[in-house]
């Protein structure tokens, strides 16, 4: 049996699986690589190819070149239309980048894969979650359990040093920023907080470099390139770009050379002026840290360790200025690139063990590690209510920071007395948040309601959250006694908020 974590990147994916001694181990690519960059070519405009060599067959045209679509997931729009007219969603190129991942293990192992436990950013919402399960399910894959990115390096850190603990989690992406607290004691490993931003990752510091050359190269040629007619000069730049931010992490200049339409620029790019270019984000990633900690209801001095996650955070500046806010020494005694995956594929054996599975390899079986894992949701989830002067709001029921799988109950009165049916609107979003800054997640309707002449709390709603982070809800009339349940259909899609619905 392969107990195997699977961690799907904005940039670059891998997979880690559990070797003979109980220790999880990348597993090398069919190139021999431990990393697949997450990048997907249509060759001839139809046929897929992933990884290093879509970026290598792709170079001359950018056209059929598509990455970072993971922070598309979940979107029902089409990013790509095959030459035989067939259209791929993100959660289709997530599929074909699955379905090579998982030919790469069978092919390291000579034995099926069909089971995994899959990494998700902790600020992704249920939709992009449902898009990651479909994604592995149509590649063949049934995912054992869905975990969260910096739980997941949390529970490969823990494990590791096998004593009691506090500690932050900083992960800092291609794609996405997490920062989780957690807390080591004995066996088991809690998420005390969690907070992040879906779109800040080392893509965004990537940008500024990329901007900056365009601009740079305006000036010096007299030629401003666009996406839509020099496609291979973005395709170049993206490539230099990340380099760029690689060679600045380790010295105080780097130089790129910039060639389009006949015209060259040499911009020399210092570390000062990354960083000054790059402050913004860097101060919105403290700003999550600082918040992850306070809903923690803790303080810096309550925290033994900072452990520093993702490629991006080899930056010095990320490295300095938490060390700076935090008074505490950031480390990473794992891999950054690789501590999501490990924890991925311990969880894998952890769950396995749950289910009664002995883990054999080699005709014998492997330790288990033994832990228990305690999650919380990411954000809260309510429903549509008005306030006293009408306006529509999120009443809260699951708040941020929930330990899950739990089970909540609220009540509410109706909007008017003679009101005979009831819209109960399922929200992602903060506690008294304005109904159209929220995230519409499905919706309950209760209909043929007896008429009450006095208003009582009449209508309960009931949020039941699994291990996941999926959402069952029941909406129940405690007068009339009418019940429905429903489980939530990402696949019909979910929309932005839209005044206008009646809220129970």
């Known amino acids: 049996m392969i107990v195997i974590g699977m961690d799907v990147g904005t940039t670059r994916s891998k997979v880690a699986a559990m070797d003979e001694t109980g220790r999880p181990q990348i597993v090398l690519n069919r190139r021999g690589d431990p990393f697949t960059p997450s990048v997907i070519y249509f060759e001839d405009g139809r046929t897929p190819i992933v990884?290093?060599?879509?970026?290598?067959?792709?170079?001359?045209?950018?056209e059929y070149v598509h990455s970072c679509f993971k922070r598309a997931l979940g979107s029902p729009d089409g990013l790509h239309t095959d030459a035989s007219g067939k259209s791929y969603t993100a959660t289709g190129f997530t599929q074909i980048l699955i379905t090579d991942l998982k030919q790469d293990v069978e092919a390291r192992f000579n034995e099926?894969?069909?089971?995994?436990?899959f990494t998700v950013p902790a600020n992704f919402q249920d939709h992009k979650k449902q898009a990651m399960i479909d994604a592995a399910g149509a590649a063949g894959i049934k995912v054992v359990k869905l975990v969260h990115e910096p739980t997941a390096a949390g529970i490969a850190y823990a494990l590791q040093k096998k004593r009691?603990?506090?500690?932050?989690?900083?992960?800092?992406?291609?794609?996405?920023?997490?920062?989780?607290?957690?807390?080591?004691?004995?066996?088991?490993?809690?998420?005390?907080?969690?907070?992040?931003?879906?779109?800040?990752?080392g893509e965004d510091f990537n940008a500024r470099i990329e901007r900056l050359v365009v601009e740079q190269f305006a000036k010096e040629t007299g030629y401003e390139p666009t996406v839509e007619?020099?496609?291979?000069?973005?395709?170049?730049?993206?490539?230099?770009?990340?380099?760029?931010?690689?060679?600045?992490?380790q010295k105080t200049a780097t130089k790129i050379v910039a060639g389009c339409q006949g015209r060259q620029a040499i911009v020399e790019i210092t570390r000062d002026q990354f960083e000054s270019l790059t402050s913004d984000l860097l101060q919105d990633a403290l700003g999550c840290t600082t918040q992850a900690v306070e809903e923690a209801s803790l303080s810096w001095t309550d925290l033994d360790s900072i452990?520093?996650?993702?490629?991006?955070?080899?930056?010095?500046?990320?490295q300095s200025a938490l060390a700076d806010l935090s008074s505490i020494v950031p480390h990473c005694d794992i891999e950054?690139?690789?501590?999501?995956?490990?924890?991925?594929?311990?969880?894998?054996?952890?769950?396995?063990?749950?289910?009664?599975?002995?883990?054999?390899?080699?005709?014998?079986?492997?330790?288990?590690?033994?832990?228990?894992?305690?999650?919380?949701?990411?954000?809260?989830?309510?429903?549509?209510?008005?306030?006293?002067?009408?306006?529509?709001?999120?009443?809260?029921?699951l708040s941020k920071g929930t330990s899950i799988p739990t089970?909540?109950?609220?009540?509410?009165?109706?909007?008017?007395?003679?009101?005979?049916?009831?819209?109960i609107e399922i929200l992602q979003g903060g506690e008294g948040q304005a109904y159209d800054e929220c995230l519409s997640i499905g919706e309950i309707v209760l209909t043929n309601l007896p008429v009450e002449h006095k208003k009582s709390k009449r209508i309960e709603v009931t949020y039941a959250i699994d291990a996941n982070g999926m959402i069952r809800a029941t909406g129940k009339d405690l007068v009339g006694g009418e019940q429905v349940e429903i489980r939530i259909d990402y696949s019909k899609g979910t929309t932005s908020s839209k005044p206008g619905r009646d809220a129970a």
């Open 336 to 397: 950054p690139d690789r501590a999501v995956c490990y924890g991925a594929a311990q969880m894998c054996a952890m769950e396995f063990a749950k289910q009664g599975k002995a883990i054999m390899i080699g005709g014998r079986a492997i330790p288990t590690p033994q832990a228990f894992v305690q999650e919380v949701t990411a954000y809260g989830v309510g429903c549509c209510v008005a306030d006293k002067d009408g306006a529509l709001r999120n009443a809260v029921i």
């Open 164 to 201: 009691d603990f506090r500690f932050v989690v900083f992960d800092l992406g291609g794609g996405t920023l997490d920062v989780s607290i957690l807390e080591a004691a004995g066996s088991e490993i809690t998420v005390l907080s969690t907070t992040g931003r879906e779109k800040l990752g």
């Open 229 to 249: 007619s020099d496609a291979m000069f973005f395709q170049e730049l993206a490539d230099k770009a990340e380099r760029a931010k690689i060679h600045l992490s």
């Open 51 to 62: 990884g290093a060599e879509a970026l290598a067959e792709g170079f001359l045209h950018p």
């Open 112 to 117: 099926e894969v069909d089971e995994a436990v």
């Open 307 to 318: 452990i520093l996650v993702g490629g991006s955070v080899r930056m010095p500046a990320v």
């Open 407 to 423: 089970t909540k109950t609220d009540r509410f009165s109706l909007l008017h007395e003679d009101q005979t049916e009831a819209r």
